[in-house]
């Protein structure tokens, strides 16, 4: 499978590349994709948006539309539907234009849309096109049953069935799919884990089963899974992908290249007619928030579905909250807090009740977090009172935005971040008389509370109330439009709600009030049944974004062809900056309204802590890519901005996208500002890549790099002279010590540096016989410095230059200045917490960061200019996830904590007292006590260790005597043991100590200092 497609629409985040110097290591989040993402950003060829409504065989279908257009206001231009049969043959076309318009629910069955069709069953798929961009839904309906999905927007190159079981006498599923264009490909499908493949061609499979064709310009087929296998779903078929392929690449001998002419849903529907779901073609996700949990075990349940689309195992995790945003613990035997951990095997697919999922009593809301992209969704019903009556609503699928707030600058009302629940009614169900609800959940992951207007409308968009309404920070509340109304009183409108628009309270708010707050919603049917109101049916929705742009997380580089994908930056980050770096492409911005839009430029730009801009890291132009007529699409240009002090000021700044747009001949300006993104510009430092050799000493990797350095002018030494491809392969030759026809010449033990400086790449290198040799290659451009990179990264990890140790210790690449002390591992062993000294060993100020080695991302946790120091042992705390150190801030040394994922200003001070200072703190495991070495302030000696609890309901507890010198303090992983250094008889010993200061024992002997001790984690 292609899996590259897979990034597709990811969450809505933020990505950039900064070259040092024109190149890097060590900082790229990157993932080389395929050519698939280079058309991408292709323009609109016609001048309509399409959605896709696909029918299911033996079902009714409804169609909603609603217009989402905040930059042309008024009527469409167009709106037409076009019915066709499974063969693609046009069987009717509708004219609806001008009946969409702003505010307006559109909603209307298939036989009244199309009256001239005798039989609705016929039509296979709906082409829906619109001059300005809607969101669209189907729902599928026989009796009681109901399932709501999405109409997809445009075609795809693979598309997914992620849910089918071999229960097929309770169950049927259907899969709806349809070709939508006539361009030429080869559809095939496979089903796995199993692995089995399918042709979409028109002939029988296997097992008997005439395959639909899909081969042949526009065509759509609705099938019973269990048809494919010939009545009955073997057990290790589970879901299946759909991809279209181009044949003449193919035929050619080439790489296989994708059509994006594909559309699918999938329909589970139960056999007796009580309930049914559905999922769309759902993409790939890294994170996902389950936003509504309820598995009471009797009325609702919530269920999971995940699917591993690669060829290898994938670990997840899910983190579970209660409604108030608290972290549970899903396994409480264990010290800590714990999120369920399993994982995916390759191909396979997990589905069960979210509470054999690991799930801890009182979970009101969960995350799912996946070390690769993985798919799948949330599944929600209930049985009401256990009768017969089994419900399922659709398919929860929120994958977290960035938050960013999106605002017009150019002087004009800022538009508002706006989302719509497509349907939301409240009726109760009266003796002849069919009632219906909608709930609505919110989650805000945020931390701070999030302000909203919730704007009720009637089905023709007429606004009959508002209600203002704030969601906690870092929580999910979740409610009824019945009892939303009534908190706000608004009852006497619940028979008129049709539909509710949810915006940020005020429009020119600071950015904190205006951040997306995810929603989703359920709507149920209820009915009388012998004099009871109970559940009949339940359709599940996600609310629709309807903000001006999209931006999508893709980084391009198209002087090389490559486009690429970047996991996404979660959390805090803060990215480093040098004098002389150059921000590559880094986002793609779309306008999501209008084909009469276009994004004309955009810019990286640094803000301070007030949002006033400081400084541009990065600026790009968007124009048709100069080789692209055949097929034109258009391409980010860098205008070769390099950042330095004339650009950006020195120091830490907040991250903004400034975006240029140009709207019916309009131009205008928009801000972007990206939440809990920090830069740091400081002064060039130039880089060393240690252990070279394995470049010089392999004749494959000499080739490729002489080929770069043998284009586009590159020089050679002081001379600077000129270089051909065969030049520059005997330069790097002359390196080893042999000819080019070998490769070990170089021995194991051979020493090599690669350095870049400034615009020189120099190899500096010791070679087996002791003789040292340098040669610097000066490259003349970005593009060239640009190519090295790649090929350095495509040649193997050891090309990243890691220094290793003869005893096998790697020296970790933390690109910072200064003398880097004290590491501390985090709890999950995934990153390191240091202290770094700006000048040398323990002199001028001290900083505290967070590096993790998988990623090289590292992080300023706390810096405002004094010493700020943590302590190598249990400064980092499971329970708590808090981090404590010292900080000797006026007027003297005192301790501090700050949350993990905290940014510098966040710190508490924990101690405050006269005289006497605080060094050298560590945790107790539960992260309510802290243990330090404390004396009076002008005397360096005698220290004493010293227990204080963090909530300060006690004084300072002295553990150890004046008349001695005790410091470094750190407490057991199991709470029994303070360890700590002591001196004595001339020279320094560890000691272990029970936490209440009793029974001191000396663990240590011999000659020489012993210090910096910590307690392994048994």
């Known amino acids: 499978m292609n899996r590259m497609t897979l990034w597709k629409n990811l969450s809505h985040s933020c990505f950039f590349t900064i070259a040092r110097n024109g190149w890097r290591f060590g900082i790229y989040f990157v993932v080389v994709l395929s050519t698939f993402f280079a058309a991408c950003d292709k323009a609109v060829a016609a001048d309509t948006f399409k959605n896709y409504v696909l029918a299911a065989k033996g079902y009714d279908m409804e169609i909603v539309l609603i217009k989402n257009d905040t930059l042309n206001p008024g009527s469409q231009d167009l709106v037409v539907f076009g019915a066709y049969d499974e063969a693609g043959t046009l069987l009717a076309s509708v004219d609806k234009t001008g009946e969409i318009f702003d505010g307006n629910l559109f909603r209307i069955e298939l036989s009244e849309l199309f009256p001239s069709i005798q039989n609705p069953g016929d039509i296979g798929f709906i082409e829906v096109s619109v001059g300005n961009k809607i969101d669209g839904w189907v729902i599928y309906k026989s009796g009681d049953q109901r399932a709501m999905v999405p109409a997809p927007i445009d075609g795809s190159a693979e598309v997914y069935n992620l849910h089918f079981t071999n229960n097929g006498e309770y169950w049927n599923f259907l899969n709806n799919v349809a070709r939508i264009d006539d361009r030429e490909s080869v559809v095939t499908g496979t089903v796995y884990p199993r692995l089995e493949a399918f042709a979409f061609d028109g002939m029988a499979n296997g097992y008997g089963f005439v395959m639909p064709d899909l081969n042949t310009g526009r065509s759509s087929a609705s099938f019973n899974m269990k048809n494919l296998f010939g009545g009955l779903v073997p057990a290790d078929a589970t879901w299946m992908q759909i991809k279209s392929e181009l044949v003449q690449q193919k035929e050619k001998g080439g790489n296989v290249s994708p059509v994006d002419n594909l559309v699918n849903n999938t329909v589970f529907m139960k056999v007796n007619g009580e309930s049914g779901g559905a999922f769309g073609n759902i993409p790939a996700f890294e994170e996902l928030i389950v936003p509504h949990i309820a598995a009471d075990g009797y009325y609702w349940w919530t269920g999971l579905v995940l699917n591993n689309p690669w060829n290898e195992t994938v670990k997840f995790f899910i983190r579970y909250y209660d409604s108030s945003g608290v972290h549970l613990d899903a396994d409480p035997g264990n010290a800590g807090i714990d999120d369920f951990e399993s994982e995916l095997p390759p191909f396979g697919k997990q589905v069960d009740l979210i509470q054999n999922f690991g799930m801890p009593t009182g979970a009101g809301f969960a995350e799912i977090l996946a070390e690769k992209p993985i798919m799948g969704g949330e599944l929600f019903g209930g049985e009401p009172g256990g009768a017969n009556w089994p419900i399922m609503g659709g398919v929860a699928l929120l994958l977290p935005d960035t938050g960013g707030y999106l605002n017009s600058v150019d002087g004009g009302v800022p538009p508002r971040h706006v989302c719509c629940i497509p349907l939301a009614d409240s009726k109760d169900a009266g003796e002849s008389e069919a009632g219906i609800w909608t709930g609505l959940a919110f989650v805000n992951l945020g931390s701070e509370e999030q302000k909203l207007v919730l704007e009720y409308r009637t089905e023709t968009g007429e606004i009959v109330g508002t209600q203002q309404y704030t969601v906690n920070s870092t929580s999910k509340q979740a409610a009824t439009v019945g009892s939303l109304l009534k908190s706000a009183g608004l009852d006497n409108i619940r028979g008129q709600v049709r539909q509710i628009i949810v915006y940020g309270c005020e429009a020119t708010a600071p950015v904190s009030e205006n951040r997306e707050v995810m929603m989703y919603a359920l709507q149920g049917g209820l009915k009388q049944v012998d004099g009871n109101e109970i559940h009949n049916w339940m359709i599940g929705e996600d609310a629709a974004n309807i903000s001006p742009l999209e931006i999508h997380p893709f980084l391009v580089n198209e002087t090389r062809g490559f486009v690429r994908a970047a996991t996404p930056l979660t959390g805090t980050m803060n990215v480093d900056v040098e004098d002389n770096d150059t921000f590559f492409s880094h986002f793609i911005v779309k306008m999501r309204d209008s084909v009469k839009g276009t994004v004309t430029g955009y810019a990286l730009l640094a803000f301070d802590d007030s949002w006033n801009e400081t400084g541009t890291l990065g600026e790009f132009s968007r124009a048709s890519h100069p080789e692209s007529a055949a097929k034109p699409y258009l391409v980010n240009f860098n205008s070769e901005t390099i950042v330095d002090e004339n650009t950006c000021p020195y120091g830490t700044f907040k991250l903004g996208l400034q975006i240029q747009t140009t709207t019916n001949g309009s131009d205008q300006t928009w801000l972007y500002r990206i939440p809990d993104r920090t830069v740091t510009h400081s002064p060039e430092t130039n880089l060393a890549i240690v252990n ?169 946790l706390v810096s405002e200019g004094s010493g700020n120091v943590n302590l190598p042992g249990s400064v980092w705390n499971s329970n708590t996830r808090k981090i404590v150190f010292s900080s000797s801030r006026e007027p003297h040394d005192e301790i501090y904590i700050i949350d993990e994922d905290g940014q510098p200003g966040d710190e508490t001070k924990v101690t405050d007292r006269s005289g006497d200072v605080a060094y050298e703190p560590s945790f107790s495991p539960d992260g309510q006590w802290v243990v330090f070495e404390s004396h009076r302030e002008d005397v360096e000696e005698n220290g004493v260790i010293t227990r204080f609890k963090i909530d300060g309901s006690g004084p300072c507890q002295a553990l150890t005597g004046v008349a001695d010198d005790c410091r470094q303090p750190n407490w057991s992983p199991a709470g029994n043991f303070i360890l700590y250094q002591k001196f004595s008889g001339g020279q320094w010993d560890i000691y272990v100590m029970n936490p209440d200061g009793t029974n001191p024992l000396k663990i240590t002997s011999g000659e020489g200092d012993k210090t910096d001790a910590s307690f392994s984690p048994d």
């Open 692 to 860: 070279a050799r394995s470049i010089l000493a392999n004749g494959d990797a000499r080739q490729a790099l002489a080929e770069i350095l043998g284009r586009d002018n590159v020089t050679v030494d002081e001379e600077n002279t000129p270089i051909n491809i065969d030049d520059a392969h005997g330069y790097l030759t002359s390196l080893t010590n042999g000819t080019t026809t070998a490769d070990d010449e170089m021995s194991q033990d051979s020493g090599a540096v690669l350095a870049k400086i400034t615009n020189k790449l120099v190899f500096n290198v010791v070679d087996s016989s002791a003789m040292e040799k340098t040669r610097c290659f000066n490259l003349p451009d970005e593009k060239t410095e640009w190519e090295i990179q790649l090929f350095w990264e495509n040649h193997g990890e050891e090309f990243q230059g890691e220094n290793r140790r003869g005893d096998g210790a790697c020296q970790l690449r933390a690109l910072v200045s200064g003398s880097v002390q004290n590491p501390a591992w985090s709890p999950d062993g995934k990153r390191i917490l240091f202290t770094r000294f700006t000048t040398r060993y323990n002199e001028g100020p001290a900083d505290l960061f967070i590096f993790s080695p998988e990623s090289q991302c590292l992080k300023t």
